[in-house]
DNA sequence: ATGAAAGCGCTAACAT
DNA sequence: ATGTTAGCGCTTTCAT
């Protein structure tokens, strides 16, 4: 009915002070059974929904958090945003999704909206904070919990997985199947990700005893094209792999795509592993063999310290390593050795 | 350096009243030059950083409206969200992402969010709205467009396509390139847009003289899995069609994949077209057959009819009908009549 | 257990 | 062009 129904007029309404309705709401063992009702029947009565703005003023705290992914449109990040939403809504918290497309602009406008008080915190997954912040710097202090990524150089409460360790397993899977010819496709070895994953399949050649060869490592950007021509030069070797570890499963399925198209079936000619189990993963054709993480578990563990970090616990340096684990399915297959 | 600056600290170090850095900051014009400059100098020589939840009461302003969908979950949104979310950012609007997962208690809670200005308005991409509300009352008056979805029985602006249009025009497309026995995977059709795009598929059978047969409509949910049971059913009629039309992608790519495993290929078996042109519709293999929607438009249009809303222009119940088109790729061919 | 009163930081009348 | 003043709606001491 009312247009704009305030704590005031509740109070009226009910015949007690506006300190004793904010009371009967936020703390009603404080208030006496019978206040509380009669403010609870003039709510009701009024039509009374509080408004927010005032208690954010009042508070400093606007119960919003963002989470900054790089990439909005990519669908591996969507299940972590459950995970963080979900663990959001428990404390009565909000979370907005935002995406700097590594545009360092973007990245600012993030923190200053923390700044501005327009946001509570950050759930940082770009790999990076934006140029010029320092942690040190009182002024710019913003509650941060990095997730997925992480920083070097740089304290802050982490969580992610063991990249080196997931892609030494990868790669010793593969050789476990007896392929002795690895491939990798790789991501940008610029960003840290993508070396972690890259030293694991090192390592994880080391592990099996078997030589790297530099030419069956073939950068790309983890996209499906890049995939695809990664496939074109891997098969122009001699001998060609019979076994690619991909450092994500958008550049497997364009790796397997390509294969096909050149007359190699996988996982009959070429066995491919991708990493991070999108769900497309499993539907593709054939279901793709991949390393999977709790993407749930990493996204409500970041909000859970985040929230620890904004209610004033003490969190510490936090670095969280989630477990992941190979999900084998039927791009992989054993290597037959058809000899002469 | 502060720990909390405020306008005050600006105004005192520049020597003027707070209303005049108010107005230094969002009115320079009303401002002289040398006032301006003296005071951006104390901002930076004090490191200000405005408050918005000062703003935001005063101004009963948020400056944040929330995209509501069903399921983030689906790539489909995304492309949408960067759409609306462009055009936030021109506004200097903030835009949350939320989604229902069909159920009625997060369906209000977003709802409540505006009532509570937490947000200032809605973009709704549920199909519906929350049991109960009625836009007539006054008391419930909540900013709202409709995207995408559409609404039996409610007046409010929506922005969307014309899916019995689109549905007609993809069945035509079949029809055209030879195809008699032409199938359809619906979505569940309590949904007007399932029926919606049933209702095409029939009229595009009509318009091509052909009859329909009810045994080649299966009804599905809108999954990968769905597609593939679909499938099962039409390749065991007799005569099997020889075309499908999904209604949506991710259907499409399921009859896909169950058709080849059922040893038919496509398209030189079965033609499958999709619907919404999904990203990894381009990349499927093989590569599918679709309509696109002008996802990214159809989202900053909707922001905008929000947005002049808010601002309080006269936008009537504005009913947008954007346009979609048949993008033709490798899961469609002619029919070739190997009758004996 | 309840009330009175003082703001949180900002903007917008209204003056000058 | 600038200053004064009065809140926006709420929570939270501090009294009682």
Not at 9 to 20: E, L, M
Not at 296 to 305: C, F, H, K, P, S
């Amino acid at each position: 009915m009312a247009a704009k129904v305030t704590i005031a007029d509740v109070a009226r309404r009910a015949g007690v002070s506006t300190a004793t309705v904010s009371r009967a709401l936020k703390q009603p063992d404080r208030v006496s059974e019978a206040t509380r009702e009669r403010v609870q029947a003039a709510i009701d009565a009024v039509d009374y929904v509080p408004n927010s703005l005032g208690r954010n003023l009042r508070t400093q705290r606007t119960g919003t958090v963002v989470l900054v992914v790089r990439d909005i449109g990519n669908p591996f990040y969507l299940e972590i945003f459950r995970g963080v939403e979900a663990a959001a809504r428990e404390r009565g918290l909000s979370v907005l999704m935002g995406h700097t497309e590594n545009d360092a602009e973007r990245e600012r406008w993030y923190f200053d909206m923390v700044r501005e008080r327009r946001a509570d915190g950050l759930i940082l997954m770009t790999g990076k904070l934006p140029p010029g912040f320092r942690v040190t710097a009182r002024s710019t202090r913003v509650p941060i919990v990095v997730a997925l990524e992480y920083l070097e150089d740089v304290r802050l409460p982490t969580v992610r997985i063991d990249n080196v360790a997931a892609a030494r397993e990868a790669t010793a899977y593969l050789a476990g199947l007896g392929h002795r010819r690895i491939a990798h496709v790789s991501g940008p070895t610029p960003e840290l990700m993508s070396r972690d994953r890259l030293d694991g399949y090192r390592a994880g050649l080391a592990d099996a005893g078997l030589a790297g060869d530099e030419a069956l490592i073939v950068r790309g950007d983890y996209s499906m094209a890049a995939g695809r021509e990664a496939t074109a030069r891997l098969l122009a070797l001699e001998p060609p792999p019979t076994a690619v570890f991909c450092a994500n499963d958008e550049m497997a399925m364009g790796v397997i795509a390509a294969a096909r198209e050149a007359g190699v079936e996988v996982p009959a000619g070429l066995s491919v592993v991708g990493f991070d189990d999108i769900v497309f993963a499993r539907n593709f054709s054939p279901p793709l063999t991949t390393v999977a993480q709790p993407r749930q578990e990493i996204g409500q563990r970041a909000l859970e310290l985040l929230a620890a970090q904004l209610a004033g616990e003490p969190v510490g340096v936090a670095d969280e390593v989630m477990p992941t684990r190979i999900v084998p399915r039927a791009s992989t297959a054993e290597l037959v050795t058809s000899k002469t």
